[in-house]
């Protein structure tokens, strides 16, 4: 670790997966609490006083913010057409907390310094917000490692990372979308989407609709791969930083969301 940490997490993360049944145990109880601890930089999750703030429109969200949405309102009442609850705001009491959900591509290579780098993101994640995350997985289709109201052990949510293997086509649109309904379950304050990839969509979709639908995106892509990544970035109008690998993971955190 002290001479070379990429290699060594890498080679760690590939250990948990080994054809030998004690060997990968041992890899994994390891993996586990040394990707958590690795994790440890950046806030805790804040405790504080809710405030009533206006909000995008869900049904069990509170009441509807007729000021905020007039406008989608009589756009809709003219034009005769149903209203859009994308348009509609309402008012609801909200925690000072931040509600994460981390996007994990494993459409590319799920081996290694990328397995073990999405291991230890999703270990920060966990540490940053441990009471309301979420972590899925895509590639063609969307998987929940963790869904935001559902409780589950940090080193349970790190084993079913590290069980990902890559392979498929990359939706994208489909990922952010499916991120975007995950944090709708919150009352966080603060919403933030995590895209962990390179940000190259080889499936149809309306990607920049699906990233401006988003309250907050931040993009973390691979340092040797993040041309896609920072023109997604620029359209969007989010933060991005590249990833040198799993020992970089947590720090990359820190530079696109304590700012």
């Not at 756009?75 to 931040?98: E, I, K, Q």
């Not at 309306?206 to 041309?227: F, K, N, T």
């Amino acid at each position: 670790m002290e001479e070379s940490p990429d290699e060594t997490l890498a080679l760690l993360a590939d250990l948990t997966g080994a054809t030998d049944q004690k060997l990968r145990e041992l890899a994994q109880r390891l993996a586990g609490r040394l990707f958590l601890d690795l994790a440890r930089r950046g806030p805790a999750a804040p405790r504080g006083v809710g405030q009533l703030r206006t909000q995008r429109y869900r049904p069990d969200g509170g009441d509807l913010d007729v000021d905020s949405s007039l406008d989608a309102l009589v756009t809709a009442r003219a034009r005769g057409t149903a209203v859009d609850p994308d348009d509609l705001r309402v008012r609801s009491w909200s925690t000072p907390g931040t509600a994460i959900c981390l996007l994990v591509d494993r459409s590319g290579s799920m081996t290694g310094k990328p397995l073990a780098t999405a291991a230890v993101t999703a270990s920060a994640v966990a540490w940053r917000s441990p009471n309301d995350y979420s972590v899925l997985s895509f590639g063609k289709d969307v998987i929940a490692a963790k869904s935001q109201d559902v409780g589950k052990s940090n080193e349970r949510v790190i084993d079913a990372v590290l069980a990902l293997r890559g392979f498929g086509t990359t939706d994208v649109a489909g990922a952010l979308t499916a991120a975007a309904e995950q944090l709708s379950r919150s009352r966080a304050g603060r919403k933030i989407a995590i895209l962990l990839s390179d940000c190259r969509a080889t499936v149809p979709g309306d990607v920049l609709g699906a990233a401006r639908r988003l309250d907050e995106l931040v993009i973390v892509a691979p340092e040797s791969d993040d041309a896609e990544a920072l023109e997604l970035a620029a359209l969007v109008g989010c933060r991005v930083t590249s990833v040198s690998g799993p020992s970089d993971a947590a720090g990359a955190l820190s530079r696109v969301l304590d700012t």
